[in-house]
Every structure is written in C-alpha cells, then in structure tokens.
C-alpha cells in the first residue's frame, strides 16, 4: 500500500520534537505542505530546516497550545500561506500524571487547557475551512490510559478521556461533511519527556528504555515514527471510511482495545 499525500495541507501541534516532530516530517515526506508549531522557536525553527531538507514547504509558528488565541492564530496563519488545510495533528500536551491529591486546581486547569481545550480551538479554526473544500482529516493524539485508567495517573487520564469523547463525538457530526475524525492512543513512546524522566531517575536514557520496554509485551519502547506511520495512514486515502475510532500504538500494553 502507497500513501500519499501531494496536493494535502497538515497542520501539526506540538510539532517541534516527539510524536509531533515525526508526524511532521512522514506527512512531509509523502508530500504534503506541513504547518508545525511549538513554544520554543528555536526547536521548532530547526525541526522546520531539517524537515525542509526533504524538499517539503514548512511554515512554522510560534504558538502555545495552552493560550487562549494561539491555536486559532495558528490554523488562520496556515490557510494564509497555503490557500487550504486538509489534516490536522492535535499533538500537543505532556505526560503529567501524580496521585490524585498531589493535583491542585492550577495543574488541572493547565492540563485540560493543553489537552482537551487546545484540540477544541484547533479544530474549531479549522472545521469552516475544511467544509468549504470538500473534506478533511483530524487526529488527535491520546494515550492508552484514557481508555483503561490507573492510579495516579492524574489529571492526564481524566483529560485524555475527555479527547476520546470530543473525537467520537465530532466523528458523529462531522461525517455528512467527509470530515474523518480518529484519536492514536500511544503506550510508551520514546521521547524527551521520557529521556528527562530517566535523568530524575538517576538513569542513563539507554538505561531508561530498556529497564520501561521490559514492562511492554513487544519488549521495547516504541519509536515515535511508528506513530507517525498510523498518522499518514489516517491522513490518507487509505483510511477514507475510518472514523470515530481510537487506534492504539503501544506495543500490546494496553490490556482493552
């Protein structure tokens, strides 16, 4: 099976590293025009170079994903550059999880501006777009414990279940409008998050990955390009009548599908 995306317009939050980062560069690849955008901009500047490499048009903006505005400026500053917006990758948002009375009322308001209000604007942005040419794609990116939470493992789970909700939701009503609506549900996922949780732990990154992957059926940690790759699938043709569905990526930890 051959994807491809020539001709498409993704937009990717949280694009500068990660998931984000990989996703950006595989749409890329397949040839689409890639928007990213991230906090730090000399991250996302050098992501936007290297991705730029390929071949691609990159247009990256500064944005946060937890600031009321920045989301809207983002999918706007994308359709102004390039006449349309085809797919959008809600990427943005950390991994936070505490037990429950270690969260305060500030880090759940964070926590469900970054992942579940900033889908919401990003989407909301793009949605008029998306109806006027005929169609899109949107994937929101989840994680494994939203469908089978654990202990302290607040607030994320609580806001990532939430991401479930919003997207079987908006699969339902945005159907008649050919816009196609998933979630990618990650399990352990190598990335920077994961690297600064190994130097808490007093651990070598090498260290980290293998003593996490042995808690993962496959026996490893996964690579953020093999997320990547179920990202292109759903933003391609291949995937024209799946909607409303969570895919996991995660190894076989997950023990519901």
Known sequence: ?????????????????GIGRAAAWRLAELGAR????????DVLEKTA????????????VTADAARPGDMER???????????????VNNAGGTGQSAFDAVDDAAWAHDIEIKVMAQVRTTRAAIP??????????I?????????????????TVSRAAGLALTKGLSKE??????????????????MQQERRAKREGLSVEEHYAKTGKTVPLGRMGEAEEVANVIAFLASDAASYVTGTCINVDGGLSGVL
């Open 49 to 60: 170079a290297a991705i730029r490499k390929l071949g691609a048009e990159v247009l990256a």
């Open 74 to 88: 983002f999918i706007a500053e994308t359709v102004q550059r390039f006449g349309r917006i085809d797919v959008v």
């Open 34 to 41: 890639v928007a990213i955008c991230a906090r730090r901009a």
């Open 174 to 191: 945005l159907a008649a409008s050919n816009i196609l609506v998933n979630a990618v549900a990650v399990g352990k996922i190598k990335s």
């Open 1 to 17: 099976m051959e994807l491809n995306l020539k001709g498409k317009v993704a937009a990717v939050t949280g694009g500068s590293e």
């Open 140 to 156: 929101n990116l989840n994680m494994v414990g939203a469908k089978q939470p654990g202990a302290a493992m607040f607030p994320t």
């Open 129 to 138: 777009h998306m109806k006027k040419q005929g169609g899109g794609r949107i």
